[in-house]
């Protein structure tokens, strides 16, 4: 599994090990998790790094109409995953 650290904030490093990816409507998607191995929190970011850009830039997917949309054609990709949100 691909691990990719992330700088947040301009100094804090943060390690996501990439489960899926795909590409929507011209965007690319990442599907991360916290952990390498087990059941961990899971997020999907957004890339929103330009195609000239060295370096990517992404945040979290959080409207709820796109998140839902996202996570649908992630669960497709992967038989194996189901998403929860934290509110169930």
């Known amino acids: 599994m ?3 650290t992330f700088t947040l904030n301009g100094s804090e490093k943060v390690d996501f090990y990439v489960l899926e ?5 011209g965007t690319d998607y990442i599907l991360v998790t916290d952990m390498e191995e087990g059941d961990g929190d899971a997020l ?3 890339d929103l790094s330009k195609p000239e850009e060295k370096d990517g830039l992404y945040e979290i997917v959080s409207e709820e109409k796109e998140l839902q ?5 992630f669960e497709t990709l992967m038989e194996d995953v189901t998403f929860v949100s934290d509110d169930e």
């Open 2 to 4: 691909e691990k990719i």
């Open 21 to 25: 990816q795909t590409k929507i409507g």
């Open 44 to 46: 999907i970011l957004k």
């Open 69 to 73: 949309a996202v996570a649908a054609v």
